[in-house]
Nanobody
Framework: QVQLVESGGGLVQPGGSLRLSCAAS????????MGWYRQAPGKERELVAT???????NYADSVKGRFTISRDNANNTVYLQMNSLKPDDTAVYYC??????????????WGQGTQVTVSS
């Protein structure tokens, strides 16, 4: 079994910062890509950022220059540093991690989601 635990969401004023974390644990053989997605009320889930095992990153245009994704391979953790937050960033943020388990199977696993609210 694999578990993903997210933390770091909350309420922040426009222009503020938050750091999200997502830690994977369990029957993990290896981890490939890691990423963050978000879903605002009434909207579809969208990609925010991804990072490969080697550290190559990809960002949605709406967050480029404001958000930074990083990972700690030794601790199976992915982070999302969010700066200059805007009300439009309000959403539930989900991590997604591509994991190969000890059984040899690979698939993407989702975190439970963490609420980020940007409001004055």
């Amino acid at each position: 079994q694999v578990q993903l635990v997210e933390s770091g969401g909350g309420l922040v004023q426009p222009g503020g910062s938050l750091r999200l974390s997502c830690a994977a644990s369990g029957s993990i053989f290896s981890i490939n890509a890691m990423g963050w997605y978000r879903q605002a009320p009434g909207k579809e889930r969208e990609l925010v950022a991804t990072i490969t095992r080697g550290g190559s990153t990809n960002y949605a245009d709406s967050v480029k220059g404001r958000f930074t994704i990083s990972r700690d391979n030794a601790n199976n953790t992915v982070y999302l540093q969010m700066n200059s937050l805007k009300p439009d960033d309000t959403a539930v943020y989900y991590c997604n991690v591509d994991i190969r388990t000890m059984t040899g199977r690979s698939r993407g696993y989702w975190g439970q989601g963490t609420q980020v609210t940007v409001s004055s």
